[in-house]
């Protein structure tokens, strides 16, 4: 990040997928990524999807977080 940044509140991601079989989840997590390697986990959320394939809008817990100048952030999205 080229500086310092405050998130406060839900992080909402829209997921575009495709697949098959039941169940059908989404799990995301998002990650403040250190310059030297070291990731901690900042938040989470879990959405079923009503359909196999198509847009799952996901809210994340929410959370407050500084990330600060320099870090990079990471989200991995898992079914």
């Known amino acids: ?6 998130m406060i509140g839900r992080t909402r991601l829209s997921v ?4 098959a079989g039941d169940p ?5 997590r998002l990650y403040d990524l250190y310059p ?8 989470r ?3 079923r999807m009503t359909q196999a394939n198509g847009t799952t809008v996901l ?3 929410a959370n ?6 320099g870090h990079r ?3 991995e999205i898992a079914g």
């Open 1 to 6: 990040l080229p500086r310092e940044v405050v």
């Open 24 to 28: 059908r989840v989404l799990a995301a």
């Open 36 to 43: 030297d390697g070291t990731q901690v986990m900042v938040d």
């Open 64 to 69: 407050g977080w500084r990330f600060a100048k």
């Open 73 to 75: 952030v990471r989200i």
């Open 59 to 61: 809210d994340l817990r």
């Open 16 to 19: 575009t997928h495709t697949g």
């Open 45 to 47: 959320g879990v959405r």
